[in-house]
């Protein structure tokens, strides 16, 4: 992938823009579904924060958000941002990424994940 082709990706991702299905690499969001152990939570938020700004470091990562749920407790969602999914699976399948998802595995009941590629990203009107 050529560096404007990149270039154009990310910008997509950010913006009013349809993102081209048939483009070789569009960016991709990684939905992670986590339980964690109730009593734990408090500590949990605190390392995921220390693993998150490590994560954004990465140069394909473009944004990543944790959020809890107010109806399930315990509950939480990872939803991080990626240039491509070559860059995403690289990612994932290094030491780096390793050594932070067991960080993370004390906390965790279950978890799952979903790689989905962003179609649309709308930007709030101007107000």
């Known amino acids: 992938m050529t560096t404007a082709t990149a270039a ?3 910008t997509a991702a950010v913006s009013n823009t349809p993102v081209d299905p048939g483009r070789e ?3 991709i969001r990684v939905i992670l579904r986590m339980e964690i152990f109730p009593e734990m939570a408090a500590d949990f938020e605190k390392v ?3 693993i998150g700004e490590a994560i954004a470091a990465e140069p394909a990562n ?3 958000t944790l959020v809890k749920s107010n109806e399930a407790i315990g509950l939480y969602f990872v939803f991080t941002d990626w240039r491509t999914e070559k860059e995403f699976r690289d990612f994932e399948v290094s030491a780096r990424h390793t050594l932070h ?3 993370l595995k004390p906390y965790r009941r ?3 994940m979903d790689v989905t590629e ?3 990203r709308l930007e709030p009107a101007d107000r």
């Open 62 to 64: 473009v944004g990543q």
């Open 101 to 103: 998802r067991q960080k």
């Open 118 to 120: 962003v179609v649309f």
């Open 25 to 27: 690499a569009a960016p």
């Open 8 to 10: 154009a990706a990310a």
């Open 48 to 50: 995921w924060l220390t």
């Open 110 to 112: 279950t978890g799952a």
